[in-house]
């Protein structure tokens, strides 16, 4: 044993894993035919994964389709949905919980032309109330407004905050604030701009709750375009 690690004989071969907290402690590395890590403070084990024999069904095709485009799709959002999904749907939950979720609902059509349906991406989720009512609107400046019912429900609080996010997908251009107005304020907005061609954003509203301990379902709330800077770059 030195520094924490040890070898292991199996099958005559050597397989190399570490014990930071020595022998009684938890081992994180290869032993055998299983991986063992630590995951939120705690000691996972699971089989080494297998070399996999003959093709891919069309479902395996399906899923690797799928799972590759919500990464791609996600990857602009993720300090986002990190916030917006801290804490739900899987143990990891933020980013991993947004990626689940829109496998499960938002991936649609048959392989290899699936898409990915922003109407059915959510950016948050959890159990806290969102308000009874919400829009939005983008003014002549190019201001896109939120506007919401500031009333309070059971399970929500005067000072939870907006998540407010528009996202253009052709060009990966993500406008947001993870924690805008509160709710009370019934109103919050963000600056888009025009750039040398029109943008499409697809914007969506969530909450968070004011001690952080758990979001609301995040809503779709449509599409607006920016029309392209005639002066043929972003101002």
């Known amino acids: 044993m030195n520094d924490g690690y040890f070898w292991v004989k199996h099958l005559n071969k050597n397989f190399m894993a570490k014990a930071p907290q020595g022998l ?6 290869k032993i055998g035919n299983v991986v063992c890590y630590i995951l939120n403070g705690e000691c ?3 089989s080494r ?6 093709k891919k069904t069309l479902k395996e095709k399906k899923n690797t389709t799928g799972f590759g485009g919500v990464q791609a799709w996600m990857k ?15 143990k990891t939950g933020g980013y991993k919980g947004a990626v689940s979720h829109a496998l499960l609902y938002a991936v649609e059509g048959e392989y290899p032309n699936q898409y990915i349906n922003p109407e059915k991406i959510m950016v948050s989720g959890g ?5 009874a009512t919400c829009n939005m609107f983008l003014d002549a400046d190019l201001k896109l407004g939120f506007s919401w019912d ?13 998540m407010l996010l528009a996202y253009c997908i052709e ?6 604030k993870v924690t805008g107005a509160f709710r009370m304020e019934g109103a919050d907005f963000l600056q888009l701009f025009p750039d040398s061609e029109q943008q499409e954003y697809h914007v969506y509203l969530g ?3 004011q001690d952080r301990s758990c979001q609301a379902n995040s809503r779709y709330l449509g599409k607006v375009v920016v029309p392209k800077n005639d002066k043929g770059h972003a101002e």
């Open 24 to 29: 009684l402690g938890p081992f994180i590395g």
């Open 150 to 162: 500031a009333g309070i429900g059971t399970d929500a609080n005067a000072y939870d905050q907006a």
């Open 44 to 46: 996972v084990v699971r």
């Open 127 to 131: 159990e806290l109330d969102f308000p």
């Open 76 to 90: 602009p959002l993720t300090e986002f949905v990190r916030v917006g999904f801290k804490g739900y749907g899987t």
């Open 207 to 209: 909450f968070v709750a």
């Open 171 to 176: 060009n990966n251009s993500v406008v947001s």
């Open 49 to 54: 994964p297998r070399k996999r024999r003959g």
